[in-house]
């Protein structure tokens, strides 16, 4: 399963931060609009990062999470995966995304995160990582590959395969990944064997890339997430991870 509509992040708000917030229409290389949401600190990293939702496209659990981030410094967008069949206006929560899941593309996920990679640059960001959970952690990873020069690519419970298409995964395009991966896996996720996860960790280090790997023992699928209190320790040491993945290759001297 993914999260509920009504689902938050499990961080805690940091009282007193700085952060405005917009929602935005970004366009992509192919003309492709499409919906984001834009949180900004009023103090700057000059860290960006760009959040993949999870198959539902952009919805509140992917707004909160980019305040979070902001209000830690970090400027972040999320984006919505649908402008190409169900253009960039709010949607309600009766919205039938599978539909329009099954017509996305691995480049068209691709020519989106470019197009916010891009205006996180525009902003002043100077180190980028995806960030993405399920569907979009898989594309989080497969940004690495795709020539935006990031800084990293963390992925909450992606399917590091082939697609649903056949199309390369992860694992099969483990030497093409340009940037360090974030893996944040639940040892209890029904879609996902721990022995994908091996497979694609074997991979990496294969190819030589910089990886770490997380597997949360007796976790399912989106354990990220405020209403799972007995996972609230995987969660916690989940955001510290990504907090310290972040700090270690954002190119800065912290």
């Not at 900004?40 to 496209?57: A, F, K, M, N, Y």
């Not at 525009?122 to 952690?137: K, L, M, P």
């Not at 209190?229 to 954002?250: I, K, T």
Request: contains cysteine.
């Amino acid at each position: 399963m993914c999260f509920d509509r009504d689902s938050l992040p499990p961080i805690p708000v940091l009282a007193g931060a700085a952060v405005s917030h917009d929602d935005l229409v970004l366009e992509a290389n192919d003309g492709n609009r499409f919906a984001a949401f834009s949180a900004t600190p009023d103090e700057p990293s000059g860290t960006g990062i760009v959040i993949l939702p999870d198959v539902r496209g952009l919805y509140r659990f992917y707004e909160e999470l980019a305040l979070r981030f902001a209000e830690r410094g970090h400027a972040a967008i999320a984006f919505d995966y649908f402008g190409r069949t169900a253009g960039a206006e709010k949607r309600g929560d009766d919205f039938e995304y599978m539909p329009h899941v099954l017509q996305t593309t691995t480049d068209g996920v691709q020519a989106d995160v470019a197009a916010a990679v891009a205006r996180l640059r525009t902003d002043g960001a100077t180190a980028i990582f995806t960030v993405g959970f399920c569907f979009g952690g898989r594309n989080a990873w497969l940004a690495a590959a795709d020539g935006h020069g990031l800084a990293g690519a963390i992925g909450f419970y992606g399917r590091p395969g082939p697609g649903r298409d056949g199309s390369p995964g992860p694992t099969q395009r483990a030497a093409e990944l340009q940037a360090p991966i974030l893996a944040l896996m639940g040892g209890a996720d029904e879609g996902i064997p721990v022995e994908d996860v091996q497979t694609f960790e074997r991979a990496l280090d294969e190819a030589g890339v910089e990886h770490e790997i997380a597997i949360y023992d007796g976790a399912p699928h989106s354990f990220f997430d405020r209403k799972f209190e007995q996972f609230a320790d995987a969660s916690d040491d989940a955001w510290q991870r990504v907090l310290a993945f972040v700090a270690r290759h954002d190119g800065s001297k912290r």
